[in-house]
């Protein structure tokens, strides 16, 4: 049975961090690149980050570039994503997703719910 199941979300005071994890299990985890995603209430799904298979390039949206960090540990099928300097803006639900280079067969997790506010 394939799951992704993130963690790590939560409330956090603007110019706080926050750092996501998303375990997989069910699957070839180092085969699938990783990426992280995020939607707010009323705003369609954007994309956050990537990151390849073997973690040797990674790329970002221009809204998270600098801020964020996605990384990813195969030995622990885990992924994360680090959240530096959080906005009022990042507030949403965090995805990730997983891709298989080839087959292009993709994974969703559930979600975790992020929210910046003083």
């Known amino acids: 049975q394939v799951q992704l199941v993130e963690s790590g979300g939560g409330l956090v005071e603007p110019g706080g961090s926050l750092r996501l994890s998303c375990a997989a299990s069910g699957f070839s985890f180092s085969t699938y690149a990783m990426s992280w995603h995020r939607q707010a209430p009323g705003k369609e799904r954007e994309f956050l980050a990537v990151?390849?298979?073997?973690?040797?390039?990674?790329n970002y949206a221009d809204s998270v570039k600098g801020r964020f960090t996605i990384s990813r540990d195969n030995a622990k099928n885990t992924a994360y994503l680090q959240m530096n300097r959080l906005k009022p803006g990042d507030t949403a639900v965090y995805y990730c997703?997983?891709?298989?280079?080839?087959?292009?067969?993709?994974?969703w997790g559930q979600g975790t719910q992020v929210t910046v506010s003083s």
């Open positions: 997703k997983a891709v298989h280079g080839r087959s292009r067969d993709f994974y």
């Open positions: 990151i390849t298979s073997d973690g040797g390039s990674t």
